[in-house]
């Protein structure tokens, strides 16, 4: 009897170990603010053009996909880009028009959408955070330009040419 006492304690010790613990409602609504206020501020940082506050919500590995097709770069490759814009004290503004976050059940992981106003237009971003810790860090962010879809096939037709430069580049490089 006591070996079977003794099994399920570490049956249920392993088990409860294994699984991750859920969040409260508290807990998920406080990630939600906390989420919300990260890539507000993040939007800010650009706006204001301070190099330091935008990238360092970034994670070390992080990606950030811009709207071209060959924009898809590492953290590194992404400073190295945007720096001569934010040293000349002008980067790009992006203002929140709305935003949806939904979370994991551990609250340790967001990934949400969100249309933009920007100088291109309306813009949709996209992207994921991770909690480390007690930090908050962008992951994945993905820009896109919205094109309505009346005006599909003269966006289409519009950037045709670019899209096969782009392709035969592409296969050069996969050779």
């Known amino acids: 009897m006591k070996k079977l006492v003794l099994y399920i304690i570490i049956i249920s010790a392993f088990v409860s170990c294994n699984h991750p613990k859920k969040a409260t409602i508290q807990e998920i609504n406080s990630a939600k603010k906390a989420a919300n206020t990260l890539l507000e501020n993040w939007h800010l940082a650009a706006t204001n053009a301070n190099y330091e506050n ?11 996909i811009g709207t071209d097709a060959s924009e898809n770069w590492s953290k590194s490759e992404f400073q190295g880009y945007s720096k001569p814009y934010f040293d000349k004290g002008k980067a790009w503004s992006f203002k929140t028009l709305d935003r949806n976050i939904y979370i994991n059940t551990s609250a340790d992981f967001i990934w949400f959408d969100e249309l933009l106003d ?3 237009g309306i813009c949709r971003g996209s992207g994921v955070l991770e909690k480390t810790q007690d930090t908050w860090k962008i992951k994945h962010y993905v820009l ?3 094109v309505p879809n009346d005006d599909i096939n003269a966006v289409v037709l519009a950037k045709k040419e670019n899209d096969s430069i782009f392709l035969r580049h592409r296969k050069e490089i996969l050779k």
């Open 144 to 146: 896109s330009i919205t």
């Open 54 to 64: 935008y990238f360092s919500p970034m994670d070390s590995l992080s990606i950030y």
């Open 118 to 120: 920007t100088w291109m």
